[in-house]
């Protein structure tokens, strides 16, 4: 079975400008999530598809950063303008189900986006 | 809300010793807790997981079990290895499927 496939693998850009990150879930994962890792800290949720649509973008922050998945299957992540503060590794995870303790199973990470805003 | 704390890194030891590292969770209802872990340079990688009070997840010599009465998830390894060097990270599922992560804790196993 092939991973979630995330790229590019790294991305350095200036501050204010833009940049778009890709991923491809598991086939057949009806769940996809964005995680933002900041360097010494845990990944934190930014975003919950289910299907195509939005369960959880409590943390997104929204003016910046936007985020889509069309017809249920791949995702982009974008940040417009970027900050300093964005330099993370952007990760994306899917999962089989969402909710519940079937959720338990099949949550699977990609090897995420190293950004670096200089 | 749902939170989990884990002990500061980073977590030096020598090879063979014996590794604690320290989860305690705070959460709604019963979640389902876990232990990932990062290796330099790679992603993250589920170690071990356990689904209800009293259960124990075991996977590649570490293990870990579920206290209900602690709010406890501590990992331990009797004998630590240098390739066991990496970021460990606590989590636990939400009733959404979101996974909660704890800030990590680094350990670096000497030779």
């Known amino acids: 079975e092939a991973g979630v496939a995330q790229s590019p693998r790294y991305k350095i850009i200036e501050k204010r400008q833009s940049v778009a990150f890709w991923c491809n879930p598991i086939?057949?994962?009806?769940?996809l999530y964005w995680y933002q890792q900041i360097l010494g800290q845990g990944p934190k949720l930014l975003i919950q598809?289910?299907?195509?649509?939005?369960?959880?973008d409590s943390q997104l922050p929204k003016d910046r950063f936007s985020a889509e998945r069309l017809k249920g299957v791949d995702s982009t992540l974008k940040i417009q303008p970027a900050k300093l503060e964005d330099s993370a590794v952007y990760l994306c995870?899917?999962?089989?189900?969402?909710?519940?303790?079937?959720?338990?199973?099949?949550?699977?990470f990609g090897s995420g986006t190293r950004l670096t805003v200089v | 809300g749902n939170s989990v704390t884990q002990m500061e890194g980073p977590v030096t030891l020598s090879e063979e010793a014996f590794l604690t590292i320290n989860c305690t969770y705070t959460a709604t209802g019963y979640p389902s807790l876990f232990w990932y872990v990062q290796y330099p340079g790679e992603g993250l990688q589920l170690l071990l997981k356990?689904?209800?009070?009293?259960d124990k997840g075991s996977n590649k010599g570490f293990e870990a079990t579920y206290r209900k009465e602690t709010t406890s998830f501590h990992l331990e390894k009797g004998s630590v290895q240098v390739s066991d060097s990496a970021v460990y990270f606590c989590a636990l599922i939400s009733n959404t499927g979101k996974l909660i992560f704890g800030q990590g804790t680094t350990l670096q196993v000497k030779p």
């Open positions: 995870a899917s999962s089989l189900v969402g909710g519940g303790r079937r959720s338990d199973y099949g949550y699977t």
């Open positions: 356990a689904t209800k009070a009293d």
């Open positions: 598809f289910q299907n195509n649509g939005v369960v959880d």
């Open positions: 086939s057949g994962h009806a769940t």
